[in-house]
């Protein structure tokens, strides 16, 4: 009861401000959604202690930001959203492109775009397969073990040191693990992860150290272990489960576990979710659903997705949220970048897409509608949680 009570004088001292600005010119009212006055947004809504967060595709969206001038992706991504994810240029390539070159400014940017809208920062991420620059792939090919932790060592203190106080959780380590339908089945990546390959005989001692050189440089952060296909309990999940315990066990600054949460509706939905947060919650970890999106698969000649779709997509990603607000230890759920136009999703799975929770106009689909519901439910009176 305490919140209807305040957010109504909240909303009556917002309109007695509001309103005679609006009054002059109705046609600048500002759709549902778009402004930090709005009480009907996902950031809003959320219980204090869970981030809401989007993916941003690249900073150069932001870069020239001007706050008095935000465009209609800017005032969306500013309104709706307590935390943003740099969807690419935190990664390898772009902010470490040559041995002695450091790249910051589409991050920094990022970082300015969030300061000045009271948004947190996820970094994502340190230690991973993919999208490395072309020299650590080729310098990597003759690396000795310790060859590569240095340069290892050198760009996770660089760049945490360089956001230090400004990243609320790093992805330190980034689908380490392989897929079941892999060769050699889930085991770590110590043949397409350059640094795991040339620390094959050791590999999680790397690991290990790569929490702590991160933990080093911004002891604040909390430090996350992040996948996909890890949302239930499964092959991957249980690898997981057990190199965490074997991390905290050796006294590694390991903070979390973040489920990516790429989901499609070419497959079911894995109800064990909430189980699987709680394994790793039991053990002492936070857990955060990092990358949400649910793709749509499209038959051919079909230009759109039918009604039955659009209301399936909702159901999962709002059992996505749920299985998050279920565990107190759950403090960020960021979806995947928005709207559909800015979503990877069509480039890297022909034949799917619409994956986001806003149309290209920015009005909201039925998924951003559930879990916006499911946001304000889970906010009654004090109690934030439902357990
Ligand atoms: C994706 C980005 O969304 C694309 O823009 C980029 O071209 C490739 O990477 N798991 C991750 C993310 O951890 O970094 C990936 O992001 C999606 C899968």
Known sequence: MRRPTRSLLVAAAAAALVLPLCATTAANAEPPGFSHSDKNTLRNQAPRDLAVGSAVWGARDLVDYDPSAPTPFQRVLGAQFSSLTPENDMKWDAIHPAPDVYDFASADALVAFARANHQQVRGHTLLWHSQNPAWVTEASQTWTCAQARDVLEDHIRTVVGHFKGRIYEWDVANEIFQDTWD????????????????????????????????????????????????????????????????????????????????????????????????????????????????????????????????????????????????????????????????????????????ATIFEDDFSPKPAFDAMLQSLREATPGISPRRH
């Open 183 to 354: 060769a050699g089945g889930v085991r770590l990546r110590t043949e397409a992860n350059p640094f795991l390959k040339a620390c094959a005989d050791e590999p999680v001692s790397l690991i290990g150290d790569a929490f702590r050189w991160a933990h080093e440089a911004d002891p604040e952060a909390a430090l996350f272990l992040n996948d996909y296909n890890a949302e239930g309990i499964n092959e991957k999940t249980d690898a997981y489960y057990d190199i965490a315990q074997q991390l905290l066990a050796d006294g590694v600054p390991l903070s979390g576990f973040g489920a990516q949460g790429h989901l499609s509706l070419l497959y079911g939905f894995d109800t064990s979710m909430q189980a699987n947060f709680e394994r790793f919650a039991a053990l002492g970890l936070q857990v955060a659903v990092t990358e949400a999106d649910v793709r749509i698969p499209l038959l051919p000649g079909q230009t759109g997705p039918t009604p039955e779709q659009v209301a399936l997509q909702a159901e999962r990603y709002d059992a996505m949220l749920e299985a998050c607000l279920n565990v107190t230890a759950c403090r960020s759920f960021t979806v995947w970048g928005f709207p559909d136009s800015k979503s990877w999703v069509p480039g890297v799975f022909p034949g799917e897409g619409w």
